[in-house]
């Protein structure tokens, strides 16, 4: 699987709202930015992804500008993207216009398709503020 492809495939997740811990890495070192939080840890990460899973549901994720930098087994990225979902906990509809970036590696391989299954090392999802 190409990079490009399994960024999209994350977002094709989020927008389907199947679990997305499989897509990062394990190890304690790595780190995800949200809008709001900032997750630690591959099981940190996987519990708040599945928690964030199980309370929204009606996701856009729209991306505008995905770039990806190849390098090998690594990869960096980058995209615009509208995300939109519904917090079924508190009942209210969100909206915002982010930026992503982040990093993968190519991990292992997959034997049925013999390709290659890169995860996320790690990911910052913003939200731009201007100052004038």
């Known amino acids: 699987m190409t990079f490009k492809r399994r960024i ?7 927008r389907a709202g199947e679990p997305l811990g499989e897509f990062f890495a394990d190890e304690d070192s790595i780190v995800k930015f949200g809008i709001s939080d900032r997750l630690a840890g591959g099981d940190t990460i996987r519990e ?5 899973t199980n309370r929204t549901t009606n996701w856009v994720v729209d991306s505008k500008n995905l770039t990806v930098y190849t390098a090998s ?14 917090d079924t906990v508190e009942d209210e509809r969100y909206a915002f216009d982010t930026r992503w970036s982040g990093t993968l590696e190519v991990r292992d ?3 049925e398709a013999g390709e290659a299954n890169p995860v996320f090392i790690g990911m910052h999802v913003s ?6």
């Open 8 to 14: 999209r495939s994350y977002y094709a997740a989020l």
């Open 73 to 86: 087994t690594y990869a960096c990225f980058s995209d615009d993207v509208r995300l939109e979902w519904t």
């Open 48 to 52: 708040g992804l599945s928690t964030q």
């Open 109 to 111: 391989t997959d034997t």
């Open 127 to 132: 939200t731009p503020r201007f100052f004038r």
